[in-house]
């Protein structure tokens, strides 16, 4: 699926949100969705360089929004039983950890549960 934009470039969903990302890389919904779009261990560049997989664009949208219970909890469902992660704040997080960081931003989001 692509759409055209006004200055005539056809982007996938996956150029749009690198494209979000350029233009704004402190907004945690860009990472989000790119994150949200990658399969497997795909790993994708950003237009500044930088290689990241699924789980590191999860701890960038972590970064821009630390009350982000999504990245959370999908971040904490990629983690292995016993698994820790290093966010860029320096905590090291297992999954329960990321999972009660995702409830305590959403306590709403049935997800997190």
């Not at 233009?23 to 994708?44: I, N, R």
Request: charged share 30%.
């Amino acid at each position: 699926e692509t759409v055209q934009l006004y200055d005539g470039r056809v982007l996938s969903r996956k150029q749009l949100f690198l494209e979000t990302i350029r233009c704004d890389p402190d907004e945690s919904m860009g990472y989000f969705s790119l994150a949200t779009e990658l399969e497997g261990k795909e790993m994708v560049q950003l237009h500044d360089g930088h290689v990241l997989d699924k789980r590191q664009l999860y701890v960038e949208a972590i970064r821009c929004n630390p009350n982000d219970g999504r990245a959370y909890n999908n971040l904490g469902g990629m983690l292995a039983p016993g698994e820790r992660i290093q966010l860029l704040d320096g905590r090291m997080l297992s999954a329960r950890q990321l999972f009660v960081e995702a409830i305590r931003c959403s306590p709403d989001d049935n997800d997190a549960f």
